[in-house]
């Protein structure tokens, strides 16, 4: 009797670590060839991203490279099934200074664009960006006070930004001229963003082949006032309106 319960049992818990076995390869299938989780440590995004936002990024959307695959193994260089992303969209990448860190920006300058920011207006291919005022931005964090634009970016695409009044370190610089193969970073939030503006940031000219993917949508929002243990608080502090939505 006993040593059927023992045959039993074994048999349990080859099926409950076979499960759990096919559950990791379908996971990382995902988030290898389909979508993987990133979530938004800093206000450089802001408007369109927050700190406490949790996205997924779609990894097919551009082909996939090493830094598609778990680790970045370096099973072979540049891209394959490659469809060059869209000025304008949001992406993933992997720090050109060091791969090992994660940045998410805008597209704002293609293969062979000029780049150049004076007295805070954006200028691509020496012609200044279109924006409009569109009100007043008070990050909830700190309480700062910022002028919110929509900014119209060459081919139409429009996206909105936070600005502080005045000029800021990054509102004037060096005409950028993007390398073949490469992109333009730059933040929403013009004054608070390491960006490819910044030389010691470590982002410069984005190579096609650090690009993760495309930031699609958000599956979850919080503001982050409640800790870890306060589980009667976390549901007062999902951002509910943001969940399940588009990231333009």
Do not use: C
């Not at 045959?7 to 409950?16: D, I, M, V």
């Amino acid at each position: 009797m006993s040593s059927r319960t023992s045959a039993r049992g074994s048999s349990g818990l080859a099926e409950t670590v076979k499960t759990i076995v096919y559950a990791i390869i379908i996971a990382l299938i995902i988030r290898t060839f389909f979508y993987e989780p990133f979530s938004i440590p800093s206000g450089s995004m802001i408007p369109t991203l927050l700190v406490g936002d949790y996205l997924f990024v779609s990894k097919f959307s551009y082909g996939y490279s090493r830094y598609s695959l778990p680790l970045g193994m370096p099973l072979f260089t540049g891209r394959v099934m490659f469809t060059p992303p869209h000025r304008g969209d949001v992406v993933v990448f992997k720090l050109p200074k060091d791969p090992s860190v994660d940045f998410i920006k805008r597209i704002i300058g293609l293969p062979g664009d000029h780049v150049q920011m004076k007295d805070g207006v954006l200028y691509i291919n020496d012609q200044p960006v279109k924006r409009d005022r569109i009100g007043i931005y008070q990050d909830p964090a700190n309480g700062t006070t910022y002028t919110e634009y929509m900014e119209t970016l060459p081919g139409g695409y429009q996206h909105p930004i936070i600005k502080l009044s005045g000029i800021y370190t990054l509102d004037n610089t060096p005409v950028f001229t993007v390398p073949p193969d490469h992109y333009f970073m730059m933040g929403d939030n013009r004054d608070n963003s390491s960006d490819s503006r910044d030389p010691s940031s470590g982002v410069g000219y984005v190579p096609a082949e650090n690009i993760v993917g495309r930031a699609v949508f958000l599956f979850f929002s919080t503001n982050g006032y409640a800790h870890w243990w306060e589980i009667w608080d976390w549901p007062f502090t999902v951002r509910y309106d943001r969940l399940f939505t588009s990231i333009h």
